[in-house]
């Protein structure tokens, strides 16, 4: 078994769905993402399996996987869409996604994001700081139009998840600490070309207990009560995405787990008519998805033994960017493994820092096939082209079926717009 359900083995080879990886590599090349969609729907339904009977509305994190194929099949599904850019918003336009599910984070937005964004009819700006909400009622009142709000607010929790992942303790830069969100709620309330119609926090990512959500919960849920009181009744709340998966022996979290509790809250607090919006990124495709790479060369040293393959930090920068933990199979493993011995998985690129796991037993052999799991999530779309490497394809398995879902990038394409001087 492996930690992601639909790339599993069978006759001894590593398959997504009923797709051998082997082939793929041979007919695709490596380094290669390869994603299942089916994987991609299961992931939804346990979301949409929790939320029957409740208003929720489900915005993928889309900077987790942006790929237009990926967004498609949660765009069919029914998914909203959490976005962070206007280059985002662009990306779930070309797919004929429905802006009136769009929520739109980020602490930086700038103006012509801002004015796209209230072209296209978000259904709210998760505005981060009181500037953001001045500039957010000026451009809107340029427009001629009212700007949807909700504040994202920082409650103040510990996500007990890595520090660069954990996003709602006050000294993150995200979001308008909860001490502070009644005033400047009330100054949106003063701005006519601003309408108030939720609040939201996301406190970090890869949680893996109910309890950081519950006590971000309490602490909006008294906001709420207390913007009830002064005449301001919201529409949604919205708890943000972070909800873990395995990347090894993790516990999970599933979604029925937490939205059970966090209904049983806002019942108890009569607050049921509230819509409840989430925004999963990596719980809907983390696990969706394989990184593949082809050992290169194995060197043999005294302290260690490198296993330097053809993906690298450029393909997939999680490891070395927050210390993290991807499983690594051998697409087709020897069985007797007698030559066996402790990796570390590096790449080709000219840093120290460029690592994809280390202290791994694998008894493996140069021209040798890997798979990084849990690569659907924050792996292309933190892709880079650092050391003049085009970026990697990606393909989706459908069943049997493969498709290229984005060719690799050619080199000459990566300097073509580039100019000398005369
Ligand atoms: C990144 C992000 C998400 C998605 O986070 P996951 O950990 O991938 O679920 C959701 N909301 C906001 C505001 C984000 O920045």
């Given at each position: 078994m492996t930690v992601a359900p639909h790339f599993q083995f069978r006759n001894g080879v590593l398959h997504a769905e009923d797709v051998p990886l082997a082939d793929l590599a041979r007919q695709f090349g490596t380094p290669l993402y390869v994603y299942s969609r089916q994987a991609l729907h299961d992931a939804w339904d346990a979301y949409r399996v929790a939320s029957q009977g409740r208003n929720v509305l489900v915005c993928f994190g889309m900077k987790a996987n942006s790929n237009l194929a990926v967004l498609n099949e949660f765009k069919k599904l029914g998914a909203g869409f959490d976005i962070v850019s206007g280059g985002e918003l662009a990306r779930v336009l070309a797919v004929?996604?429905?802006?009136?599910r769009v929520v739109f984070s980020g602490v930086g937005k700038q103006v012509w994001e801002m004015r796209a964004a209230l072209e296209a009819g978000v259904k709210c700006f998760n505005v981060e700081s009181e500037p953001e909400l001045l500039r957010l009622a000026e451009v809107a009142e340029q427009l001629g139009m009212v700007a949807p709000v909700s504040l994202r607010v920082?409650?103040?929790?510990?996500?007990?998840?890595h520090p660069y992942i954990s996003?709602?303790?006050?000294?993150?830069?995200?979001?308008?600490a909860i001490d502070s969100a009644v005033a400047v709620y009330q100054r949106a309330a003063a701005l006519p070309s601003l309408e108030i119609v939720g609040v939201d926090c996301h406190i970090g990512s890869?949680?893996?207990?109910v309890s950081p959500y519950l006590d971000a919960l309490e602490k909006l849920i008294v906001l709420v009560k207390a913007l009830a009181r002064l005449?301001?009744?919201?529409?949604h709340l919205d708890l943000g995405g972070g909800i873990g998966i395995r990347y090894t022996d993790e516990t999970l979290l599933a979604p029925s787990v937490l939205l059970d509790k966090v209904f049983q809250a806002l019942d108890a607090h009569g607050l049921a008519h509230l819509q409840l919006v989430l925004e999963p990124g990596r719980s809907l495709v983390g696990n969706s998805g394989v990184l593949l790479t082809t050992v290169e060369y194995l060197k043999h040293g005294d302290a260690k033994n490198f296993a330097i393959v053809d993906a690298a930090m450029n393909d997939l920068i999680r490891p070395t960017l927050y210390d993290a933990w991807h499983s690594v199979e051998t697409?087709?493993?020897?069985?007797?493994?007698?030559?066996a011995l402790v990796y570390?998985?590096?790449?080709?690129?000219?840093?120290?820092?460029?690592?994809?796991?280390?202290d791994r037993k694998l008894d493996i052999r140069q021209g040798d096939l890997l798979a990084i799991m849990s690569?659907?999530?924050y792996a292309y779309t933190m892709a880079s082209q650092y050391n003049t490497r085009p970026r990697a394809a990606e393909i989706m398995v459908d069943g049997s079926q493969a498709y290229v879902v984005r060719p690799r990038e050619t080199v000459e394409s990566l300097f073509a717009t580039e100019k000398i001087l005369d």
């Open positions: 004929g996604g429905d802006a009136s920082n409650p103040d929790v510990d996500a007990q998840t996003t709602g303790l006050k000294e993150n830069k995200f979001g308008i890869q949680i893996t207990e005449g301001i009744d919201l529409k697409v087709a493993p020897r069985h007797n493994g007698d030559t570390d998985i590096v790449g080709p690129i000219c840093e120290s820092g460029d690592w994809l796991a280390r690569a659907g999530a």
